[in-house]
């Protein structure tokens, strides 16, 4: 059975999320044009509030409510949130105020006493820096028990994003040990649609205080942009991907390195109800820290690959040109296997082809050469599974390549570096079947998510141990220094003409 292309669903990228019209039923919101004349209130808001939406309007127009919101800056997205900000005969409520794309205002009301039991503060776990893979795999699990302690959400996961979209549960804190575990379970893209991944990427966080109540509708001429209002209601979609989970709350936290969405904080719960906005705030601060030292991490980590991939190619390259011509060649190339733990590896330059390790189909290394210089203008490529791509039924053992191109001065053609790996047959435990994110047609939503997430394994055939993360950036760094040394390289057209 072919696995490799589930990728994200084009049925589910559809749903305009921000246009929904309607909000979720634990807060009340407000939307006003640029002038902050009222142009939209959500059905729910008298009862809610106790206050009238235009009563409410002018408060807001005369500066009485949110006094600051002048201030405001028009960016879109930019927002201010008081807490305890209005109180009316129904309690104290919460504000938070944010400036949509033509400069509206919405209002969101949220009650100031939450509707779940609140856990006592307690500190957040020691955070300096990260030094390592493991002190990153500690912090993690630290942030996972941190953050359910003190949101008292019975299940929280650190959600990491893996490259192509899929994602894994890498650290988890489970309060109610009968309700199972999903660490280590991998989950198809599709089950967070970039649609969605793009608005997490914007806001702080994203409540969904019941994934079973109904949504509340906005009443006004249109439906306004809710991308930076949390309010929005929830996807029906996910509100049942929610509840087949057995869940009716969650609290995300988006863990954000450089532009991207690196993972997802993601607190569950089987009660519904909502944390005061104090809290939120208080639990995405941290976050945001942890955000801080990741990056550093990150690109310290990239920096040290770089210094350490520069120095031991120079050593490299100047070893073997100090050899004579086979034993340079042999040098060259049982280094590059090794440092890219490959089993076969192809040099071809200025016409001439050299082969190291097990060897390899030479219908495989043609089409592998004429995709990779004729169907893209990439400098470098990663595959863990080449099968597909390559439009020969050929029976190989080699399953993965990656592969660089290069260009020393004098040369007659572009050099290619091609290195392999064989297939490894490998086991893959999903959240239930990722071939069926979309289980049954209900009728009424047209589609619905899978309705179990057991484990289900997966034997993943024509895949070879995946490379790592950092295979791109050495490749590059390679391509550099090849480009740039002076070395007497195998293939070198100069030196074989002296001999
Ligand atoms: C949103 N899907 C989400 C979110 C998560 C997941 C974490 C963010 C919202 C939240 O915090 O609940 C998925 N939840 C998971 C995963 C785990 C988990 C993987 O606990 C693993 C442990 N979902 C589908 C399909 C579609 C879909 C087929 O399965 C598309 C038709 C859509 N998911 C979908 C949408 C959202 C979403 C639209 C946005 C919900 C919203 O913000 O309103």
Known sequence: MEHTHRGFLADCEKEQLHASGAVQSHGALLVFDSEQQLTHHSANFLTLTGMEPLETAQHFQAGRLVPAARELSEQPGSRLMLESGLETDLGLFDLVLSRGKTGQYLMEVLPAVGSRPLPDWIEPPQMHSIADAAELDSLRQALTRWVSAVTGFERVMYYQFLEGGDGEVVAETCLVETQGSYLGLRFPASDIPLIARRLYLQNPWRVIADAGS?????????????????????????????????DRASFSIPVISGQELDALLSCHSPEPGVLPLARLRAVQEVVRRYNTLLRDFRS????????????TIQTELRQQAGLDA?????HLSRWLLQEFEADALIWCRNGEQRCAGISVEPELVQQLDSSFLRQTQELVFVADSIRQSLSIDLLSTMAGAAGVRFRRAGDSEQGRLYLLRTEQVEEVSWGGNPDKPVEHHDGVLGIAPRRSFAKWVETRLGYSRPWSSATRLKLLRLRDELQRSEYALPGDRVAEAGQ
Do not use: F
Not at 223 to 241: E, G, Q
């Open 326 to 330: 086979s034993d340079s060649w042999q």
């Open 300 to 311: 310290r980590s990239r920096v040290r690959l770089l210094d350490e991939m520069t120095r």
């Open 214 to 246: 109904e949504p509340v509708p906005l009443q006004g001429s249109d439906k306004p942009d809710l991308t930076w209002c949390d309010l929005r209601s929830v996807s029906p979609v996910h509100a049942i991907y929610m509840q087949n989970m057995g």
